[in-house]
């Protein structure tokens, strides 16, 4: 089924928290949320870089600063028609419509995180990872498509402030970018239990944009996939002869292999 992209992106201001942010379209009722897309999906994950180590040294003052992070990822998603699909800790699992309001709204995050005022020495830095492909939500409210876990793995590649994209948003985005934002190819790279992705980072003006490259999956998993890419090898049959496991019984070495040159082996 062929992709198309939404020849439209949507700029978004950054926002601070706690101001409010209306969702476009009709609000929702209370205690409800928009319909999870179906088909052609965007799913973006995102988690804090760091966050153990944060935790371990600021203790209580953690808190405050993992709910104002909340904060702001909320606004700029609901604001670009995201459906927070699962938040667990310091994670998010969104589902967009639009590739490019996906992409949009990350930009509009990492801005307003950039912005926002944090303590010196604890500011938050989010990674953020997009990928699209096709899925339908199940009764439950959630996702069992494979492209959910290749969006996950995308995103864990990343670093604190950086948005990475696979290819099939990357083709979808790339001619909707507003003047200030552009891509940036990373190359392929190897995804844990997934097969390799081409990766690219959104660049955006006023937000770091050199980073590490993305993190690469363990070499045992490397190993294991030239193993199951590799082809097999055909199987020589063995030359005829005894079976397998025995050998001939060969007589004695003639005496004269042992003798040396010019001498007469003696006949007994």
């Known amino acids: 089924m062929a992709l198309t992209a939404v020849p439209r992106w949507r700029s978004i201001a950054p926002v601070e928290p706690p101001a409010p942010v209306e969702p476009p379209g009709p609000p929702a009722s209370p205690g409800t949320?928009?319909?999870?897309?179906?088909?052609?999906?965007?799913?973006?994950?995102?988690?804090?870089?760091?966050?153990?180590?944060?935790?371990?040294?600021?203790?209580?003052?953690?808190?405050?600063?993992?709910?104002?992070?909340?904060?702001i990822l909320r606004a700029a998603f609901e604001a670009a028609g995201g459906v927070e699909v699962q938040t667990?800790?310091?994670?998010?699992?969104?589902?967009?419509?639009?590739?490019?309001?996906?992409?949009?709204?990350?930009?509009?995050?990492?801005?307003?995180?950039?912005?926002?005022?944090?303590?010196?020495?604890?500011?938050?830095?989010?990674?953020?990872?997009?990928?699209?492909?096709?899925?339908?939500?199940?009764?439950g409210g959630d996702y069992t498509s494979l492209e959910v876990h290749r969006a996950a793995r995308i995103a864990a590649a990343g670093h604190g402030g950086q948005v990475l994209v696979s290819e099939t948003t990357r083709s979808l985005i790339g001619g909707t970018l507003p003047p200030d934002v552009t891509i940036r190819d990373l190359g392929e790279h190897r995804l844990k239990d997934l097969r390799p992705e081409r990766l690219a980072q959104i660049v955006a003006a006023g937000l770091p944009a050199d980073f590490p490259g993305p993190a690469r999956a363990p070499a045992d998993a490397a190993r294991r996939d030239r193993l199951e890419l590799r082809p097999a090898r055909r199987c020589r049959p063995a030359p005829p002869g005894p079976a397998l496991g025995l050998r001939r019984r060969r007589g004695p070495a003639p005496h004269r292999a042992h003798l040396r040159p010019g001498r007469r082996a003696r006949r007994r």
Do not use: K, N
């Open 88 to 139: 667990e800790g310091d994670a998010f699992f969104v589902a967009f419509a639009s590739a490019s309001a996906a992409a949009a709204a990350c930009v509009a995050a990492q801005r307003a995180l950039t912005a926002h005022p944090w303590p010196e020495g604890s500011q938050i830095r989010v990674r953020m990872g997009l990928h699209t492909g096709e899925a339908t939500p199940t009764p």
């Open 33 to 71: 949320r928009r319909p999870l897309p179906a088909g052609t999906v965007t799913f973006l994950f995102t988690d804090i870089e760091g966050s153990t180590e944060l935790i371990a040294r600021l203790g209580s003052a953690y808190e405050p600063l993992l709910e104002a992070h909340r904060a």
